[in-house]
């Protein structure tokens, strides 16, 4: 178990005055006063919370991060955003006091927390936990506090998925006839998030908006997260001849059906030809981790007539729908 001493520093998180918590069992590594200090150090051993009675946690409250919350707030001022690109979680509080986290240290369990940080922006406190790891907040509030520690993904949510939306920022993927990959996926990824969102699953993105991403970064994010099925989308070129058109898809062996599955629901529902599943157990996107991972191509950019179609709105919409179904089919048939 440990304590945080705060200590103050400027423009972090981009802000003109803001604070940091420095986890420590020795308090006077930071000038702390040696009243505090002693007083920190019994903590530290257990016996006194940070009011000082003593420590009578509640069984199913062991593992959280304390966090005190001022007396005329409520469970309704505070906000939880996590920021899966930075590995954080942000907790939101308002009508915070400029000096509260001065006076009111946090306390309890660091598990999967590698840093703490604050800072108050108009009026609201912004406490920043970062991990080494992809994470979820598991919260709960009461007597005055918020209790909240970082899990894995599955301890979160039923099943968990990664969507791979390829290339991304200076990177256009293939540009045939004036249309981008990278456009279509963008637009196919968009819509899928969007009708996505309301699931029961967990759903991780590589990248949500127009960045670039190297295959290494890709393929760590993956690995990170352990999911139940990953997707990467990208479109076709065919270099030999632009005749060739239609969807396809590579993975390994064992995964075939899977696969199978995703282009039947993409030929059915956008009209496309079904060029079959292809062994891609070479491909370092396909990550060889016990994740099922399918390699998604909608359609040939080197085809002009299936470029043009798969730069609709309306391509956009029934692809992303096609791949909603085939994901949620093979999720909710997968045991838990």
């Known amino acids: ?85 930075d590995k954080s979680v942000s907790i939101i509080v308002k009508n915070v006091p400029l000096d509260f986290y001065h006076k009111n240290i946090f306390s309890g369990d660091m598990s999967n927390i590698s840093s703490v940080k604050y800072g108050y922006v108009d009026n609201e406190a912004i406490i920043m936990l970062t991990s080494e790891d992809i994470v979820e907040a598991d919260t709960r509030y009461g007597n005055g506090h918020l209790y909240i520690r970082l899990v894995d993904p599955h301890y979160a949510h039923k099943k968990v998925l990664v969507v791979d939306p390829g290339h991304g920022g200076d990177d256009n993927g293939s540009v045939v006839y004036g249309i981008s990959e990278k456009s279509i996926i963008n637009g196919v990824v968009s819509k899928l998030k969007k009708s996505l969102d309301s699931s029961d699953y967990g759903v991780y993105y590589t990248r949500v908006n127009d960045r670039e ?77 016990g994740s099922p991972t399918v390699f998604l191509h909608l359609g040939n950019l080197t085809n002009r007539a299936e470029a043009e179609v798969m730069s609709t709105d309306e391509f956009q919409t029934k692809a992303a729908e096609a791949i909603k179904n085939s994901i949620l089919e093979y999720l909710n048939s997968e045991k838990d």
């Open 1 to 85: 178990m440990k304590y945080f001493i705060p200590s103050c520093t400027t423009a972090l998180l981009g802000m003109a005055a803001a604070c940091f918590f420095l986890a420590t069992g020795d308090t006077t590594t930071i000038g702390a006063p040696m009243e505090r200090g002693i007083f920190l150090a019994e903590m530290e051993q257990g016996k006194y919370d940070e009011a000082g009675a003593l420590l009578n946690r509640e069984e199913d409250l062991r593992g959280y991060l304390t966090v005190p919350i001022p007396e005329d707030a409520d469970e309704s001022d505070i906000s939880i955003e996590n920021n899966i690109t």
């Open 213 to 289: 991403l190297s295959e290494e970064e890709r393929v760590s994010f993956i690995r990170s997260v352990s999911a139940d099925l990953v997707i990467s989308i990208h479109t076709d070129a065919n270099t030999k001849s632009r005749a060739v058109k239609g969807c396809s898809a590579a993975t390994r062996s064992e995964n075939a059906k899977i696969a199978g599955s995703f282009l039947d629901s993409l030929s059915l529902n956008c009209a496309v030809k079904n060029n079959g599943v292809v062994d891609g157990s070479t491909l370092s996107m396909i990550v060889d981790d």
